[in-house]
Each structure stands twice: as C-alpha cells, then as structure tokens.
C-alpha cells in the first residue's frame, strides 16, 4: 500500500541517480581544477595550465582541496555503484553495449537521425560514453591512491607500472575526463529536456 | 519507499521548514548546494572553506596513522636507476644552504630521551651503518630514486633512551627549517639517520651534516641539515605544516 495520496508517473531519472550525479559532478570539477593546480607544481605537459582553470591557489592549497574532495568523489561514486549494481538499472541502462551498436547511433547522430523521445532509454552513443567515463573515473580513483599511497598499498602502484607511470596513467584518466565533459555537457545543452531530467526528474 | 515516495517525502518535509531553510535544504536535497559552493568563489575563498579542508587535513592525518603498517617496506631500486644528478630542492634557491662546520658540530637532544649528552659528528659516524636505494617523492609530483647511508634511526633512538611511547620526533634544522614526525614512522625499519649521499659524505645541498631519510613520507618530511632531536608529546608541527600541507603526509 501506498502511503502517499497520489502516485505521480515514474521518474526518468531516480532521486537517488539525480544527487549522486550532481555531487558526483562537482566533486570532479574539484578533483580536475585542484589537480591541474597540482600540475602546475612540476608539469610533466610543456606548459603550465591557466590559473582559471584551477581551484587552491597554490600547490598547497590545491592538494587540501584534492585530499577532501576525493573522499565525497570516492564515497558517492561507491554509493552510485552499489545502488546501480543491486538496483539491475545499470544494466538496464548500459546493457546491451557492442561496436556495432555505438557506431550505428553514432552516424546516425552525425546525420541528425538520432532520436531523443524517450529519454529513459540510452542509446549506443550515451551508453559507451557512460559506461567509458564510470570505467575511467574508477582508473583515476585507483592510480590516485597508487600515487598517494605508493608504499602502503604499493600492489596498486604496482599494477599500475610504479609510480611515475601511475602518474601518468592518473593524468591521462583526468584528460580523459575533462573530454568527457565536453561531449557530455554540450550534449545536455543541446537536449535542454535530459538536463532538466537529470535535475528534477522528469 | 520508492524514489517517488522519497521526492514527495522531501518535498513534504521542506514545506514545513522556514523560507531560508527551505531553500537551503532542498538545494541540498538536489545535491546542488555543493555545485554553489563552486560557483561562489566567497565560499572557497572564506573561512569558511579554510576550516573544512583544515578539519578533512586532520581527519586524512588520522587514516593515514591507521593506514601506516609498521612493517610494510618502501621499495628498493637498482643502482642503476639512481638519479644523477639528483634533483635540489629547499624553501631557498640553490647555493643558500647553510654551511656547517664538521668539527665544532654536535647533535643536540631534548625533550623525553634518556641521555641527552650531545652527539660529535665522529661519533655519529660510527654508528653501525645501513645503505638504501629507495624513492624521494616530492609533494610537487616529482621523484627520484637515491642512494642514502646512515645509522637507523630506531636503533639511534634506542641508543640514546629516547621513550618510544612519545607521540612526536621533532626534528630542527640549521637553516631553521622545522619538521616531526609520528613515533612509527620514526621507528620504521627504513628511517634512516643519513650522513653519507651515493657512497660520499652527505653534500651541503643534500644536507650536510645529516638528514633524517624518511622513505615513508614526503619529501618535505625528509628534513636537512638537522641539528636537533626532540622527543616529545605536544604536537610541534613544522615549516610547510603551518602554510598548510598535511602533517602525516605518508606514501
Ligand atoms: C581517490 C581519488 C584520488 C586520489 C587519491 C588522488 C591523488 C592524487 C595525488 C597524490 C596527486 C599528486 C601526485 C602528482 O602530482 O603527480 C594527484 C594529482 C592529480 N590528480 Fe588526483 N587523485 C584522485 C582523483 C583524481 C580525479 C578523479 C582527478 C580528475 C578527474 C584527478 C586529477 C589529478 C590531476 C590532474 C593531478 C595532477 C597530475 C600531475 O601532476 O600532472 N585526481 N592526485
Ligand atoms: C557539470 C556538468 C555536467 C552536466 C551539465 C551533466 C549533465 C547530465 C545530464 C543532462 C545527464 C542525463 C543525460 C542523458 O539523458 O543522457 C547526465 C547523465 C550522466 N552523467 Fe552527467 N553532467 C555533468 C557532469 C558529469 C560528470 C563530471 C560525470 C562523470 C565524471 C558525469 C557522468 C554522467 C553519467 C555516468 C550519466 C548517466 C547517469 C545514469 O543514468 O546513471 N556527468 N549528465
């Protein structure tokens, strides 16, 4: 029985996968401002990356940020797993996935043919995208705590080919990220109606 | 409860609450008030911030001592990966570093050690000596594999009657450089008292006459030119501590 006096039409997104976006969001944003503010410390790219695009100051600062909001990034990303994994909607929502399938909505995308009517449902493109960036983001959890913590779990660090290329390995997670975003949010901005899906539900 | 149910309840319960606080939840409830928190460069730039990330700093000092297994060992390298020249790096440009005389110099101790006769640098010398090949991590993302000899510093502290039940080694520096470190790390197999840098007496800018090799902790942790060694249970801090890196700072 229902304790509520109405049930309103089901969600396109669920509460839950709504907050733990969002916080997941702005913990990334945190992660990839205050890194590229780490960066700078000691590049290993040419140059250094412009201020704007960085969160602490200085190195410092930076690593304060870095250090506190890995553990919102970490938590609520186990959080958003767990609910997903246990819940089957991730892989309702991403499965099934094959070359195929991304390269058919992929041209199709291209041509302008790629529907969005029934935001529920993920087509090729969105799944290898979202399915890629959870992948990703995990590998920079990981080479981070290989880089952080290089003796006291050194079997990351290892797996991970020792530090300096777990360094690497970190960075190029973080490019990897910030190329998602790009697609990502100029996607939600040409379909204004999945952005305010994503937000209120519907 | 289902998510519809969830939403509705939220809802319900922010109807009850005053405007402000409305607000103020439903925008956390969204999960938006920490996108905010980005946008207002008030917040990052406050107090506010300041004392969140002070409180998360002392909550990841914390994990960090839980997380320091006492007997887990720092990797050894080759000799042929050790990095020549290896790098400098001090809180002043390279040829500021304090000279210091070998034969009027001793180690002075303080604080919970037994016998506080100061040490001869002769005397350190002969200690019984160990040899590593271990990695030196910079807070600022670089690193470089070296080759370092001393005395351990355990034995060191064994030696003198330091109380290994202390909560702090501070370590003081001629160049007024300040540092500690947790009485674990201290008594780590591979914390080393160094006086030798790649088979040779440790250099001025490597941190003649000795350093403290740490291979555990950061760089910043690993402090030269010491020249006294206090064992104490008040938290002393250190140089870059106070401007705000973490104080545990372990690998
Ligand atoms: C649990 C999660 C994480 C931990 C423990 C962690 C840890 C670290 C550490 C220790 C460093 C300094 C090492 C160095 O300078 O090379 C670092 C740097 C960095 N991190 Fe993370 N990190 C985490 C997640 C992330 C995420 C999610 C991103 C981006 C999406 C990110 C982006 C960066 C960047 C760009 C740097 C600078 C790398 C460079 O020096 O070139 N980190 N991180
Ligand atoms: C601040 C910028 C962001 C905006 C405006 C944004 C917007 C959106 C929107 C509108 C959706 C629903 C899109 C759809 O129906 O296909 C969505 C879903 C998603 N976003 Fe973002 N997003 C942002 C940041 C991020 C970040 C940083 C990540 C990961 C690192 C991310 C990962 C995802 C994932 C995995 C989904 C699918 C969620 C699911 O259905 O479980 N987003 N995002």
Same mark, same amino acid.
């Given at each position: 029985m229902s304790l509520l006096p109405s049930r309103p039409a089901a969600a396109i997104h669920p509460l839950a996968v709504r907050v733990s976006h969002w916080i997941n969001a702005a913990a990334t944003i945190v992660m990839i401002m205050s890194g590229l503010q780490i960066h700078? %410390?000691?590049p290993i790219l040419p140059a250094p990356v412009p201020d704007a695009m960085t969160i602490g100051g200085w190195l410092g600062g930076a690593i304060r940020w870095h250090f506190? %909001?890995?553990w919102v990034l970490a938590l609520n990303g186990a959080f958003y797993l767990v609910h997903g994994l246990s819940t089957g909607r991730l892989r309702r929502?991403?499965?099934p996935l094959s070359p195929a399938l991304v390269l058919r909505d992929l041209r199709r995308a291209l041509s302008g043919r790629l529907g969005h009517a029934d935001l529920s449902l993920y087509n090729g493109v969105q799944r290898f995208l979202y399915a890629g960036v959870i992948g990703v983001s995990a590998v920079a959890v990981l080479s981070g705590l290989a880089i952080w913590k290089p003796v006291q779990l050194g079997a990351v660090t290892a797996l991970m080919?020792?530090?300096d290329n777990a360094r690497l390995v970190h960075f190029a997670a973080m490019a990897a990220i910030v190329m998602f975003l790009a697609i990502h949010v100029s996607m939600s901005l040409i379909v204004p109606r999945s952005l305010k899906a994503m937000i209120s539900g519907r | 409860m289902t998510d519809n149910e969830t939403s509705y309840v939220l809802k319900l319960a922010a109807g009850r609450l005053a405007p402000p606080t409305r607000r103020l939840f439903l925008r956390r409830a969204l999960g938006l008030g920490s996108l905010a928190m980005l946008a207002g460069c008030d917040v990052t730039d406050g107090a506010t911030a300041e004392r969140a990330l002070d409180a998360m700093s002392d909550f990841n000092d914390r994990v960090q001592a839980w997380l320091f297994d006492p007997h887990r060992l720092a990797r050894e390298y080759p000799a042929a990966m050790i990095a020549r020249p290896f790098p400098f790096n001090a809180f002043y440009a390279r040829g500021a570093s304090p000279t210091v005389d070998p034969?009027?110099?001793?180690?002075?101790?303080?604080?919970?050690?037994g016998n506080k006769t100061p040490w001869t640098l002769e005397q350190l010398h002969a200690l019984p000596r160990e040899t590593q090949i271990t990695r030196h991590i910079c807070i600022e993302g670089w690193s470089a594999i070296g080759k370092w000899s001393g005395v351990r510093f355990s034995h060191f502290l064994g030696r003198v009657g330091a109380d290994p039940r202390a909560r702090y080694v501070t370590l003081r520096c001629e160049d007024n450089y300040v540092t500690s470190i947790d009485m674990a790390t201290a008594l780590h197999p591979q914390t080393q008292l160094t006086f030798w840098f790649d088979d040779q007496l440790l250099p001025r800018d490597y941190g003649f006459p000795m350093k403290l090799r740490v291979p555990t902790k950061l760089g910043f942790k690993n402090p030269k030119h010491v020249v006294s060694i206090e064992v104490g249970n008040d938290y002393s801090g250190g140089y870059w501590e106070t401007y705000g890196y973490n104080w545990f700072s372990g690998l």
């Open positions: 700078n %410390a000691h506190a %909001a890995m929502k991403l499965l080919g020792d530090f | 034969g009027g110099f001793t180690l002075e101790l303080t604080g919970r050690i």
